[in-house]
């Protein structure tokens, strides 16, 4: 895996990390803070569906993948329009882990680079899920 894809990767969690704290800093109101989370989860979300999108077309794998793949982009659009529902949170962090677990039995990797790319998305998808589970208890 290259060095890139773990600093992307681990700089994709600093607004997962940010917004629970932000308000713990009363920098930001628990209103904004919960907006703006799940608002990049649900972003994020959407693009874990491109992977799919990408495998599928560069594969010529146009079975049920590539309408799988637009899953996430409209899961994350409806945890959007009903955001001020604190079960949004749990519905984003469900889909983090099934969308890992879909990719680690779908994507046409080569065996190392599959093993490779699921231990990266382990990682971050675990601080994804405990940073959902802290804006949830913030939330209570």
Known sequence: MPYSALGLGIAGLIPFIAMPLAYQLNLLSISESATYFVQYSAVLLSFFGGVHWWDAISNQRYDKQMY????????????????????????????????LLYDKFTLSLPKDQIVSYIGLRMGLTTVAVISHAWMILILS
């Not at 982009?73 to 001020?84: D, N, Q």
């Open 68 to 99: 799988i793949a637009m899953l996430p982009t409209i899961v994350g659009w409806l945890c959007l329009v009903f955001a001020s529902d604190v079960k949004v949170l749990g519905v984003l962090s469900i889909s983090y882990v099934a969308v």
